[in-house]
Antibody
Framework: EVQLVESGGGLVQPGGSLRLSCAAS????????MNWVRQAPGKRLEWVAT????????YYVDSVMGRFIISRDNARNSLFLQMNSLRAEDTAVYYC???????????????WGQGTLVTVSS | DIVMTQSPDSLAVSLGERATINCKSS????????????LAWYQQKPGQPPKLLIY???TRESGIPDRFSGSGSGTDFTLTISSLQAEDVAVYYC?????????FGQGTKLEIK
C-alpha cells in the first residue's frame, strides 16, 4: 500500500524558514515524480513544486520561485521542501503527492499524504 | 498559466440521480501529437486529502467505481456521476497537467438534495 507521511509543519513568523519532509513507503520511490501541493483554508488546491525521479528536473509555481527548494533522497525514500522567506500567504496545508512513473514532466497526482499545516503569523 | 474554471460552484442532486460537473480550460490541454487530454479529476471529502478519480480526461483510476466517468476534449470537460450515492458528497476539482505549471479549478461542492 502506498503511504506518504508529511512532517515538519508548524507556526513560523513572517520571514522565517521551515523544512517539510515526506516519508514514502509501499512503492519504488525512485521511479516516480514527486510533488508538493498546498491548500489554504477554504481555498482551492495549488500546486507548489515538482521533482523528477533522479532530481535532475525541478519545477515551481511562480509565487514560491527563489524562496522554496524541493529535493529528494531516494536512498531514504524521502521528499523535502525547504521554505524560506515565508509570507502570510504561504499559510496552508501542504500535501506530498506522487506523480507518474514515466519520464515526461506532466504530472497528475495519484496518491496523497494527509498533509501538514504551515501557519505563517506573528 | 492555464486557468481552470469549473461550473457550477455548488450542486445539489437527489440520491440515485445523475450529477454533472463541468471544467473549462483557458487554452487547450489536448496534445495533438499523442491525442491525449492532460486533464485529471479529484474528489476531496472534508478533512481528507484529495483522491484521484480520473486522468487523461477519461481514464478511471484503479478502484474508482464505474459510476464516475470523464469526458471532453480540448478546453471543455465533464465529470459525470451516473447515480449519486451518499458517500459521493465532496468537493470535486479538475486539474490540467498540459503545462508544467499545473493548475486546479476552484472546486465544485456536491451535496444531496
Amino acid at each position: 500500500e502506498v503511504q506518504l507521511v508529511e512532517s515538519g509543519g508548524g507556526l513560523v513568523q513572517p520571514g522565517g524558514s521551515l523544512r517539510l519532509s515526506c516519508a514514502a513507503s509501499g512503492f519504488t520511490f525512485s521511479s516516480y515524480w514527486m510533488n508538493w501541493v498546498r491548500q489554504a483554508p477554504g481555498k482551492r488546491l495549488e500546486w507548489v513544486a515538482t521533482i523528477k525521479q533522479d532530481g535532475s528536473e525541478k519545477y515551481y509555481v511562480d509565487s514560491v520561485m527563489g524562496r522554496f527548494i524541493i529535493s529528494r533522497d531516494n536512498a531514504r525514500n524521502s521528499l523535502f521542501l525547504q521554505m524560506n522567506s515565508l509570507r502570510a500567504e504561504d499559510t496552508a496545508v501542504y500535501y506530498c503527492a506522487r506523480g507518474p512513473d514515466y519520464q515526461l514532466p506532466n504530472n497528475w497526482f495519484d496518491s496523497w499524504g494527509q498533509g501538514t499545516l504551515v501557519t505563517v503569523s506573528s | 498559466d492555464i486557468v481552470m474554471t469549473q461550473s457550477p460552484d455548488s450542486l445539489a442532486v437527489s440520491l440515485g440521480e445523475r450529477a454533472t460537473i463541468n471544467c473549462k480550460s483557458s487554452q487547450t490541454v489536448l496534445y495533438s501529437s499523442n491525442n491525449h487530454n492532460y486533464l485529471a479529476w479529484y474528489q476531496q471529502k472534508p478533512g481528507q486529502p484529495p483522491k484521484l478519480l480520473i486522468y487523461w480526461a477519461s481514464t478511471r483510476e484503479s478502484g474508482i467505481p464505474d459510476r464516475f466517468s470523464g469526458s471532453g476534449s480540448g478546453t471543455d470537460f465533464t465529470l459525470t456521476i451516473s447515480s449519486l450515492q451518499a458517500e459521493d458528497v465532496a468537493v470535486y476539482y479538475c486539474q490540467q497537467y498540459y503545462s508544467t505549471s499545473y493548475t486546479f479549478g476552484q472546486g465544485t461542492k456536491l451535496e444531496i438534495k
